[in-house]
């Protein structure tokens, strides 16, 4: 009787069916899946590609709101950047939307140190202002090329510092939007820095703020050593959506 009861059910087919796509004679090969819709950027139309002017910061917002969009504006200026995975280390201190910047391939000057992680938006902002301002002023007050765009770092898990130490409101170099320029490297061998040549009415005085005035329509807050002593040796390069300049 078992053996029966066996038989009878192999003859209905299999126990567990068989889902497995049977293409038939005229059914094509299979093969991969389209890729779904990318952002474009023509080359030589994107943000980092136009000259400062009083849109720039609000056009600089548009394009950096989604990630795929300002991956696609650094791609078409030849900047190098590599997305990093979100992630939280703190209540207060993470990266989203961030990357690595690295090379920038449409200029001379290299980032030292290089292979910066910041948010793709700092990394816009970044390659605006050093294409249409720190080089082009370099070239015009102090007669040389740029060659490395010195800096203190962008991420760090602290509060804001003032003159009195580190406060407890939380900076933008906890979420990796902030960059602390401190000076630039010349093609002449000349090094000018914020710490040293800030102050009078040289040359690299004038570079220095120059580039301050110009990143004011670029990021969302400058600070410079005209602010307080906790920027004396640097330029606070932010990022994000607040306004202040000083």
């Known amino acids: 009787m078992a053996l029966a009861a066996v038989l009878a059910l192999a003859g209905c087919g299999r126990l567990i069916p068989d889902s497995t796509p049977r293409p038939g004679p005229w059914s094509p090969p299979p093969g991969p899946v389209a890729p779904g819709p990318s952002v474009y950027v023509a080359p030589g139309a994107s943000v980092v590609d136009q000259p400062i002017g009083g849109e720039t910061f609000g056009r600089l917002r548009r394009v950096t709101q989604s990630l795929a969009q300002c991956e696609a504006e650094l791609a078409a200026a030849r900047v190098t950047f590599t997305p990093t995975p979100d992630r939280m280390n703190s ?18 000057a290299r980032m030292t140190p290089g292979d910066v992680t ?10 605006l202002w050093r294409r249409q301002s720190l080089e082009p002023a370099a070239r015009e007050i102090l007669g ?34 902030a960059l602390d320029f401190s000076g630039v490297r010349l093609r002449d061998g000349r090094r000018i820095t914020v710490a040293g040549d800030w ?7 004038r570079f220095l703020r120059r580039i301050r005035d110009d990143g004011c329509r670029v990021f969302g807050t400058v600070l410079s050593p005209d602010y307080n002593a906790a920027h004396r040796d640097h330029l606070h390069l932010e990022a994000e959506s607040g306004r202040l300049c000083r």
Request: net charge negative.
């Open 199 to 205: 102050g009078g009415d040289s040359a690299e005085a």
């Open 144 to 177: 040389s090329d740029v060659v490395a765009i010195e800096h203190m770092g962008v991420y760090a898990c602290r509060g804001v510092r003032n003159d009195s130490g580190e406060t407890a409101r939380v900076s933008a170099h906890s979420r990796a939007a």
């Open 91 to 108: 209540p207060t201190c993470g990266l989203t939307a961030a990357g690595v910047l690295g090379p920038d391939f449409g200029t001379a």
């Open 118 to 127: 910041m948010t793709c938006a700092l990394a816009a902002a970044v390659s």
